[in-house]
């Protein structure tokens, strides 16, 4: 009991710093992109390359902070990896606090939810507004990335803490089979984002690449959704297979 109570106090404590470092990751890009579009035109008097150095500023520094808070949670509930990878089993006691937890749990989740995917899905009507006006394209891109950012934000606020339970119960993406696909789908996903990495870091600044990643950043979307695509396909082949 003492076990479960201090890991589940953790990541709800945690929640709030995941979701806040996931939505730093989503908007550094925005001023990338947004002032390399603004020193194109010379009414704002801005040159490409203070664009570029003050986008890329701010860029790293908030992927800098979003892995400093990512580190500081995962070194928090380090030793209770176990979870995830092991099978285990519950006293009653354990067991029945964990269900009250998460059906207290239940609408708050669902709510946060609704809001991140609502924002995900409304997030592509800039584009769509703005689609005939060459310049507020680009503008447009960061309009969506912002109500991306806030979606998925609500997003992992919600999922963190529905995950710490759902490992507790072994339910969900955590039952004793899905434990062993989760593995291999660690090690895949290693590999998928270190050949993405290599891709992106090769076409934007190798022999060939144009320097430019107001451009070059569209390989991460293009990536992340490949990414769900494949481990849709592992859960196929794995569904199969058994």
């Known amino acids: 009991m003492s076990q479960t109570q201090e890991y589940l106090t953790l990541r709800k404590q945690s929640s709030l710093k995941i979701a806040f470092a996931t939505f730093l990751c989503v908007i550094s890009p925005i001023p990338l992109i947004g002032l ?10 801005m040159t490409e390359n203070l664009a570029v150095s003050l986008g890329l500023s701010f860029l ?30 519950l006293g009653n006691d354990v067991k029945e606090y964990a269900f009250k937890e998460k059906e207290e749990y239940q609408d708050r989740y669902h709510r946060y939810q609704i809001i991140g995917i609502v924002l995900c899905i409304l997030s592509v009507l800039p584009i769509f507004i703005f689609l005939n006006y060459e310049f507020l394209e680009s503008i447009a891109v960061c309009i969506l ?51 993405v990495t290599a891709i992106f870091l090769y076409y934007t600044f190798g022999k060939n690449g144009n320097g430019q990643m107001q451009y070059s950043w569209i390989i991460w979307a293009i990536a992340g959704v490949l990414f769900g695509v494949l481990m849709i396909v592992i859960d196929l082949i794995n569904k199969r297979r058994d």
């Open 60 to 89: 790293i520094i908030c992927i800098t902070i979003a892995v400093i808070l990512f580190c500081l949670c995962a070194f928090k509930v380090k030793k209770y990896e176990f979870l995830e990878k092991e099978d285990f089993s």
């Open 36 to 45: 390399t579009t603004l020193s194109q035109y010379q009414r704002f008097h």
């Open 145 to 195: 990335l912002f109500f991306v950012s806030i979606g998925c934000f609500f997003l992992v606020l919600a999922g963190t803490y529905q995950n710490a339970l759902d490992k507790i119960l072994q339910t969900g993406d955590y039952t004793p089979k899905q434990k062993k696909n989760n593995i291999l789908k660690s090690k895949i996903s290693t590999i998928y984002w270190l050949v």
